[in-house]
Each structure stands twice: as C-alpha cells, then as structure tokens.
C-alpha cells in the first residue's frame, strides 16, 4: 500500500512537471483550481445556525468569500431541517474586506423586489455577516452596498452585535413580575371564577386597587417549530412537529375561548397544520400582524437520555428585558407540574434569524429523548397549551 503510494505520488510529480512546462505560468494561475473546504451557517429550524461542510473550487485569481457565500445564497443540496432563506432576486455581487471591514455588493433587484420586506433583507444580511465573520476573525464589521441607487439597503452588522450577550442595567432587569398564580387549581375552577381570579392577581401585580378590567385587546403570534419536510427532532418515531404544533394549538384554542367581556386575544399562527413554512416567513407573519408578542414552540433532545425539563431562549435584539421576562414567565408556567424546570432562560443568538419586532420567546418544553418527558409531552399537551396559554394572558396583561 505505501509502495503504491510512493508510486502514484512520484506519478503525479512528474505530471506537474510536464504540465509546468508545457502550459505558460499565466495560464496556470487561472486555470488550476483547489479544492478548499468551508464551513457554512445555514438557517436551521429552531432559529439558530447550523454548520455545513462544502468544498468548494477556487481558482488563484478567484474572490474566496464571493465563492464561499454563492454556495450559501444558492446551495446545491442541503441536509433536512437547514434551509435556504435568499429569495432569487438575492445575489452577492462583490466582496472586499478592508482591514476589519467586509464591504458586500449586494444584487440591486433584491433591493428592489417589493416581495422582500426590509426585515427579510436585513436577516439575510445578518446571515451573510455571520458566515463571514467566521471566515475570518479578522472582520469585526459589515457594510453592505450596491452598485446602482436603491430606495434602501442592508443595514451595517457588527461583530459585537450578533455575538454577544445583552447585559441588562439593575434597572430595566427590576421590571420583573411576579405573580402567583396556580394554573392546574385555575384549569378546574368556572370560567367566572377563573377569570376573576386573573384579574385580582393581575390587579395586585400592577398595585392597582381599584380592579377595573383591562380594555385591552392583544395579539400574539404563535410559532409551532418545524412542519413540513422539517420534522425537527425524531425520536422514536414521534416528530418534533407535531408536539410543537399540539401545544400550539391548545394554546390558540384557550385564549379564543376568553369570554368576550375580559380583554380579547387575536391569535396569529405561523402554521395551524403539517406544512413547511420558511424562518423568514414566521417573523414576517408576526411582524406583518402588529404581533404584541411571539411565541415559538419546540421541544429539545440530549445525548444524555436523562436530562429532561423545561427551558427557554430569547433573542438580543430589541425589547430585551421584556422578552427573558416572558421567556421565564412561560417556563414557569408549565413546571415544576407537568414538567420539571430544566434551567433558565437563556440567550441565544437566535437574532440573526428572528427579525421580529415584538418581545419574543422561545419555549423548549421538554426533552423527547427523555422517556417520561416524552410521555408527558405525548398525552398532556392540552394541558401545556392551556397552562402557557393563561400564563400569555396575565403576562400580556400586565407588561403590554
Ligand atoms: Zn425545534
């Protein structure tokens, strides 16, 4: 084996030999192509990135991060539950990297399509940033141009921005509600009592004595992860999806139900069956409603089969205080009954796909590859969704 080595290595030098001599050095350089290896952030189904190998052929006089986000715009094949978010009028034109600064030619028929919301355009920028900024750590900041005059562009992304953790003042992070509220006792008592039971806590929260009803009406977006081609997670046979999409729907079905003399909650779901629907389009369904809030739910998977509970995520790009509230708020409601509490809201840097606009959580109610986790999630999902449905209620009562 290694003689064989030796021989085909010895082959192939002398093959490089001949061929330097026979083709001129200028031609060379253009015509002989390597084969280099990138790894590539693709948008995945529960809102953050996920890794994707390509080797892509890149030519001496070829731009390596021009090659490198063509693969990303306009992916040949790509592994379940990644997906391809640039609509077709998207494409890079150039990119030049100046000291720290990436400077990115963008296609002036994105920036013209009027299919393409300025939150769409500005997520994909944030992707294309992303890819850079782990093409090389050199790059602390993207500027993005393009070639004829648009109405608009992408907006600047810095390396700071998309990577790091907000820290919140001790005073936005006093914002903070307490309420005790038991929601399995709630789930059993008449809709009257119940709905005064709601109100007296919500009153006590706000310090407000006089116990008038609120006239406000909400509405909230609520994101059931995955669908489609997209499962999400499988485990033994169970999909991700349709977990998700269960504790969405009980979560629609108790808020619709409030009586119409307490404060009225319009419900916008991404999805409300088994269909595919793109990261890009939920947020711009939440945007597109004016949406108070935005709600995505999913359930999580370990390697370890014993880790189960409930957490949550939320993201860093606007309404920070208000969304770890509700992300905290929603992981209360449903533990340490039915499902135990896993940890606290985390953040993630799911911004760089969730333009929304409104305070946002992300729920993970339980572990699938945990067995009783599992069983919980598969029998007790109108539970769930009525509790973090009430839970929606008060919390949009006293923080909107
Ligand atoms: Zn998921």
């Known amino acids: 084996m290694k003689e064989l080595k030796k021989r085909v290595s010895i082959l192939a030098l002398m093959c490089m030999l001949v061929s330097l001599i026979v083709i001129p050095t200028s031609a060379l350089a253009s015509t002989v192509a390597i084969d280099q290896k990138v790894v590539l952030y693709f948008p995945n189904g529960d809102w953050g990135l996920t ?14 991060y021009l090659l490198a986000l063509q693969h990303l715009i306009n992916p040949d094949t790509l592994p379940i ?61 993207v500027e993005f141009l393009s070639l004829t005059s648009a109405k608009r562009n992408i907006n600047k992304v810095k390396k700071n921005d998309l990577f790091s953790a907000p820290s919140l003042s001790s005073e936005q992070s006093k914002k903070v509600s307490k309420i005790d509220l038991d929601y399995r006792a709630l789930k059993k008592m008449s809709e009257e009592e119940r709905n005064q039971t709601i109100q007296d806590a919500i009153n006590k929260a706000l310090g407000d004595a006089v116990g008038t009803l609120s006239s406000n009406n909400y509405t909230v977006t609520i994101d059931p992860g995955h669908g489609g081609y997209d499962p999400g997670a499988v485990v033994n046979g169970v999909n991700e999806k349709d977990l998700n999409l269960n504790i969405a729907l009980a979560i629609r079905d108790y808020l619709e139900g409030i009586p119409p003399e307490y404060p009225q909650f319009n419900v916008v779901m991404t999805r409300s069956g088994d269909y595919f629907v793109s990261l890009t389009e939920r947020h711009n369904i939440a945007n597109n409603a004016n949406s108070d809030i935005f709600v995505s739910i999913h359930n999580n998977t370990s390697s370890n089969t014993s880790t189960r509970g409930t957490t949550a995520r939320y993201p860093n790009n606007h309404d920070v205080t208000l969304s770890i509230n509700l992300a905290n708020f929603l992981i209360n409601a449903i533990t340490p009954n039915p499902l135990p509490k896993h940890s606290d809201a985390a953040y993630q840097d799911l911004q760089v796909l969730r333009n929304t606009t409104m305070p946002a959580a992300l729920l993970e109610a339980g572990f699938m590859t945990n067995s009783n986790d599992l069983q919980i999630l598969q029998t007790q999902y109108d539970d769930i969704g009525y509790y973090l449905g009430l839970a929606i209620n008060v919390w949009c009562q006293v923080n909107i």
């Open 51 to 64: 890794p994707v190998e390509k080797t892509i052929s890149v030519n001496k006089k070829d731009n390596f």
């Open 81 to 141: 539950g990644v997906y391809d978010e640039f609509p077709k009028s998207f494409n890079v034109e150039n990119v030049n990297v100046v000291k720290e600064t990436a400077y990115v030619t963008i296609s002036a028929t994105a920036l013209n399509d009027s299919e393409l919301s300025d939150s769409w355009l500005n997520t994909l920028g944030d992707i294309i940033s992303y890819n850079l900024f782990y093409m090389n750590n050199e790059i602390s900041s």
